[in-house]
């Protein structure tokens, strides 16, 4: 099995690049980047820009909710998240991804 670094961005509260930005710079380190709770009220892309923006060219958008990836725009991949607070209420039996090889790398190409 393969395996690749993966440079992980430290976090840090201070940082004031715009969501661009931010975007450009995951892909350029070989991420992607993912617009995350697009069915919730709260804290999600939607809730927090009205929509999601066609000019930033999202690839996957991650939901709280099977339904909504099953009833959703078709131009995007999808992956559900249980967004879980709790051990108990993680959903691994129910949400997967189907790779190649379980890598770094493989998993986001698949997203891309």
Request: charged content about 35%.
């Amino acid at each position: 099995m393969r395996t690749k670094k993966v440079e992980v961005l430290p976090y840090d509260r201070t940082w004031k690049l715009a969501f661009e930005e931010i975007k450009k710079e995951t892909e350029n380190r070989g991420g992607v980047c993912i617009a995350a709770h697009i069915d919730r009220d709260k804290n999600g892309i939607v809730a927090i820009l009205g929509a999601i923006p066609e000019s930033m060219n999202f690839t996957t958008l991650e939901t709280a909710d099977k339904n909504t990836a099953e009833n959703a725009d078709k131009r995007y991949k999808y992956i559900t998240n249980s967004d879980a607070h709790y051990l108990t209420d993680i959903s691994e039996k129910e949400n997967f991804l189907e790779v190649e090889e379980i890598t770094a790398e493989c998993i986001i190409n698949k997203l891309k």
